[in-house]
């Protein structure tokens, strides 16, 4: 066994013979906080020069081989930009094939995929939809007062017609369609 000294420490530790050239730390505390110590050394910068303008380009020890332009005005100097369908790109301010006008009506479903289709309609730019069924009730009779919804009496989503419509309390609503709930609920899981 051989006696050496740690660098970091000063302690002497015991190694055996195999190791004394290549052992420097008495713990792997020691070991570490050496480690610790190299990382966060500060190395060299590295000089590179630009591949256009030829200006001295100092660079981290980080990006040694990535960088080879001093600015992005020096890489992209010289570079013709080329289109390569200008009869298909998009053009500002051309308007899709596919952009709903005003007055369209759209059957969408929820998220979730419990609720039945309801129908849409949009009814100003950019992208303003509400209920059809709302729709339609507000030009027969005016706006919904707040705490009421539309009810469709035949159970019906998709029959938005005027009659098949009735005004509802968030209350009266539930109590109608509680029978509707009560299976589902006593349903064993």
């Given at each position: ?19 004394k050239n290549t ?70 301010g051309a308007i ?20 039945k289709p309801r ?71």
């Amino acid at each position: 066994m051989t006696e050496l000294k740690c660098e970091i420490c000063g302690s002497s530790f015991m190694v055996k013979e195999y190791r004394k050239n290549t052992a420097r730390f008495c713990s792997r505390v020691c070991g570490g906080k050496w480690h610790a110590s190299q990382r966060f050394k500060a190395k060299p910068p590295m000089i590179k020069y630009c591949l256009t303008c030829a200006k001295p380009i100092e660079l981290r020890p980080s990006k040694y081989e990535r960088t080879k332009y001093c600015s992005k005005i020096c890489m992209n100097k010289g570079i013709v930009k080329r289109r390569n369908s200008p009869a298909t790109e998009f053009k500002k301010g051309a308007i899709p094939i596919n952009k709903d006008i005003t007055g369209t009506i759209r059957i969408r479903f929820r998220m979730n995929n419990k609720d039945k289709p309801r129908k849409w309609i949009k009814i100003a730019e950019p992208n303003i939809w509400i209920l059809y069924a709302k729709y339609v009730w507000q030009k027969a009779y005016g706006i919904i007062p707040n705490k009421l919804l539309i009810h469709h009496i035949n159970h019906n989503t998709l029959d938005d017609r005027i009659d098949n419509l009735m005004l509802l309390s968030r209350a009266e609503h539930m109590n109608i369609h509680r029978k509707q709930l009560k299976p589902q609920q006593d349903a064993p899981h």
